[in-house]
Structure formats: structure tokens, C-alpha cells
């Protein structure tokens, strides 16, 4: 089992930027893959950013050239970066950790941004 906790969601103005945590307990080790994705009222979930063991980076189009993913494997922490933040960056954002075929998600942390 794998156990991830999200932190660092907010309330932000348009413009301003937030920084996500994921925290990842339990049987880290083999965990290919962790991932960010969020989900509007209404809306499907959607992948924003993903990380793989080794470092390589994708992004959802929407959040290109505004959002960082980066992972400490030393704090066994994933962060997200959210800069220039708009209103329809708004959702639930949950960590996700794929090991050994499974997948693993967090509860998610709420992020608003006002206009």
C-alpha cells in the first residue's frame, strides 16, 4: 500500500502562484510514476502534470509555461508549482502514485482562484 497527502492548496488571486505537496508513505519503493490531476465541479478529472522515477516531465497543454512538477525521492515528496494562476485552474487537486501496476490517490486539496 501506498498512502499520499496533499497539502498546499488555497485560495489565490488571479496572477498569484501556490505551491502543492504530496507526501508519500508505506511501500514507496517501485513507484514508477506520480502524477498530478485535478477536478472541477462538474468536470471529469483530468491530468495536469506527471513525473516519472527517472525525472522525465509531462503537462497538460492548459498549464504549460505556468506549472513546475519536481519529486524529492530523498523526502519521498512531489511538488507542483502553479504560477500565473487563472480561474479555470480551479478544483480539487489529488496526487497520484503508479507502483507495480496499481494506481494510488490522494484525498486532494481544494485550490480557488478568484478573478
Known amino acids: 500500500q501506498v498512502q499520499l497527502v496533499e497539502s498546499g492548496g488555497g485560495l489565490v488571486q488571479a496572477g498569484g502562484s501556490l505551491r502543492l505537496s504530496c507526501a508519500a508513505s508505506?511501500?514507496?519503493?517501485?513507484?514508477?510514476?506520480m502524477a498530478w490531476y485535478r477536478q472541477a465541479p462538474g468536470n471529469q478529472r483530468e491530468m495536469v502534470a506527471g513525473i516519472s522515477s527517472g525525472g522525465s516531465t509531462n503537462y497538460a497543454t492548459s498549464v504549460k509555461g505556468r506549472f513546475s512538477i519536481s519529486r524529492n525521492n530523498a523526502k519521498n515528496t512531489m511538488y507542483l508549482q502553479m504560477d500565473s494562476l487563472k480561474p479555470e485552474d480551479t478544483g480539487v487537486y489529488y496526487c497520484k502514485a503508479l507502483r507495480l501496476g496499481y494506481d494510488y490517490w490522494g484525498q486532494g486539496t481544494q485550490v480557488t482562484v478568484s478573478s
Open positions: 508505506g511501500n514507496i519503493f517501485n513507484i514508477n510514476y
